[in-house]
């Protein structure tokens, strides 16, 4: 093949080829690349999350009433531990840009320890959101829903450092529990193509009820008020708004209800944050492989710790989104 | 990668650090810093910055600028994106930017249209 033209007269010029006018490697450049795409993935979700808040703007739950809780601690204690949370994705993020540091260096050892913090953060992190999700499931309070969708919570007005402070009261503490032949609907009991979910503790009746025989208790609706907070209805309108339109008992949260008010709440909390766990989930399982392939010496023969500078730009991506989640899932 | 060489100054070289090493320490101390800030002002909600700022509550904008600062030193110092060519910190950032800038504007109107026609039109919600 004598007549391949191997030269085209053009070396040296800027379209003669061989150019790197990003001076970044194929690898962290695709890597950028998804990230780009990611990001816009995330704020695809979170610009639908805000689209949702502000369609229901005067009448989305308060994120501080909400996540309250913290491990073996029964007080409310709003946004304590997502700051942790939050603290250790960024610990995670500076141990893995300590890794990559070390690998520049060429530092096995160094690049292992990192590399295994960075791990360890990360399964901290999953854990927790796991929990999270686990007590938002659960829900702490209980509430009835109305034929349009509403949420009404109660409670009752205590003392409280001198000042009328409203205080949740919980469905458990008040409702009279009296015999009832409603079993929850099972496959294997009726027709076999339908089930239903578990029944909530109490029925309507049993929350009208109590609520008749606790005159303290009032009803709180979705409503936020000027002040910033959910509008509490007087004693005979709250009872009214139960008997007229109270249908559902609902406990915790999922995708079909929510007991803290609109149910897209809980579908972009489950949505969101079950899409950032599992980046988070897929994080650590390609670092750990990496953190394998640096311990058997892979990136040592080829003195060139680039793969865990790669990992790195994913990982720190990770943390990248959770600030944005963080700010509006909790804060704003 | 002998010629690696990484840029030590952040807040446009008010703080410059010696190596590497300490100036991700020092971001992971701003990082921190801004952090708590937030997590304070999101535990006493303070009653002077709940007053409406441009559509939104003066609190609600402090937090949104101490995310995007947030997301600048991580992108900038953690990503490297400091050491990074023009071009290339150009391509990804404006591209992110412009885009979802566009969609938050559209998606963000179109929800606020959708609360003044149940606000003011006649659906009935409150049953």
């Known amino acids: ?332 | 990668m002998a010629d690696h060489a990484h840029k030590l100054e952040i807040l446009r070289g008010l703080v410059k650090f010696k190596s590497n090493t300490q100036k991700i320490w020092g971001v992971l101390i701003l990082l921190t810093i801004v952090t708590t800030v937030e997590v304070i002002l999101g535990i006493y909600k303070p009653h002077s910055l709940i007053q409406p700022f441009l559509g939104m509550k003066i609190l609600n904008w402090i937090f949104i600028i101490l995310t995007i600062v947030k997301a600048y030193y991580i992108t900038w110092d953690f990503m490297h994106m400091r050491d990074e060519t023009k071009a290339l910190r150009r391509f990804v950032v404006w591209t992110a930017i412009f885009l979802i800038g566009y969609l938050l504007y559209i998606l963000l109107q179109e929800g606020g249209y959708v609360f003044d026609v149940y606000d003011r039109e006649y659906i009935k919600r409150d049953f």
């Open chain 1, 1 to 332: 093949m004598d007549n391949t033209v191997v030269s085209t007269g053009t070396e040296g010029k800027t379209w003669g080829g061989g150019n790197q006018p990003l001076k970044s490697s194929y690898g962290k450049m695709m890597m950028w690349f998804f990230i780009v795409s990611d990001a816009l993935t995330f704020s695809g979700f979170l610009a639908a999350y805000g689209f949702s808040r502000f369609k229901f703007i005067d009448a989305w739950p308060i994120a501080d009433e909400v996540f309250t809780h913290i491990p073996f601690y029964h007080e409310p204690a709003p946004m304590i531990y997502v700051a942790f949370m939050t603290f250790v994705l960024i610990m995670s993020s500076v141990t893995m840009v300590l890794a990559v540091d070390a690998g520049h260096e060429l530092k096995k050892n160094k690049v292992i320890v990192y590399m295994f913090l960075t791990i360890i953060g990360g399964l901290i992190f999953v854990g927790s959101q796991a929990w999270e999700w686990a007590t938002f499931i659960k829900g702490d309070y209980g509430a009835i829903q109305t034929k349009g969708g509403n949420i009404l919570q109660f409670g009752e007005y205590v003392e409280k450092d001198g000042e009328q402070v409203f205080k949740r009261v919980a469905l458990r503490d008040f409702a009279v529990a009296s015999h009832t032949d409603r079993v929850q609907h099972e496959s294997k009991t009726g027709i076999w193509f339908t089930s239903e979910g578990s029944l909530p503790s109490f029925t309507v009746e049993e929350v009208i009820h109590g609520l008749e025989a606790n005159t303290d208790i009032l009803v709180r609706t979705q409503l936020i008020n000027e002040d910033g907070e959910k509008t509490v209805l007087s004693r005979s309108e709250s009872v009214k708004q139960i008997k007229d339109n109270g249908k559902m008992v609902v406990e915790g949260a999922n995708l079909q209800v929510n007991e803290y008010g609109t149910p897209l709440f809980a579908d972009f909390f489950f949505f969101i944050t079950g899409f950032h766990g599992f980046h988070v989930f897929s994080g650590v399982v390609i670092n750990i492989i990496i953190f394998f392939n640096v311990i058997i010496g892979t990136y040592e023969r080829r003195k060139n710790y680039e793969m865990v500078e790669k990992v790195g730009l994913y990982w720190h991506f990770v943390d990248l989104v959770w600030v944005f989640v963080f700010t509006f899932f909790y804060l704003v």
